[in-house]
């Protein structure tokens, strides 16, 4: 199901109920360069980001998955984003509740968090390396 994220975290759309779904940092700006406690080395030097929120009103463990979708560039080629994952309790702010930058170009990032009930916690899908593109994220519990 497509369902864009959001430009900066004030405008994250909940993801809360879990699923998957399209989405893309084409056409959006960069807004979140991390770094600091709990954030994946490397997370000052990303690229475009989205942001999706999780607020369980009952404590919960998610598994958040981002899948890059290969896209074939005019000129034959492919564009292989290598996307990053980071969880923030206040986007943009020094330290991270976890992120990852595991993989290369075209290969999923996951991570794991445990979110208590009441609490909000927020996903910034991200371009490592300046890298942006089209992807699936699936949130599940």
């Known amino acids: 199901m497509p369902l864009a994220g959001g430009e900066t975290c004030a405008l994250a759309p909940d993801v809360t109920a879990g699923g998957r779904f ?24 990303s690229g475009r980001d989205v942001a999706y929120r999780l607020s369980p009103a009952v404590a ?3 598994t958040v998955r981002v899948t890059p979708v290969p ?4 000129d034959g080629g492919s564009n292989r984003f290598d996307p990053m994952l980071v969880v923030q309790r206040a986007c943009g ?19 794991t ?3 208590s ?17 089209e992807f699936e994220l699936e949130v599940s519990f």
């Open 60 to 62: 919960r463990v998610y």
């Open 117 to 133: 009930a009441g609490d909000t916690v927020y996903v910034i899908v991200d371009g490592e390396r300046g890298t942006r593109g």
């Open 113 to 115: 968090i445990s979110v």
């Open 22 to 45: 399209s989405g893309t940092t084409n056409g959006f700006a960069d807004d979140y360069s991390v770094s600091g406690p709990g954030c994946p080395a490397g997370g000052a030097a």
């Open 71 to 74: 896209a074939t560039l005019a």
């Open 93 to 111: 702010q020094s330290g991270c509740v976890t992120g990852t930058i595991l993989n290369g170009p075209g290969d999923p990032e996951a991570v």
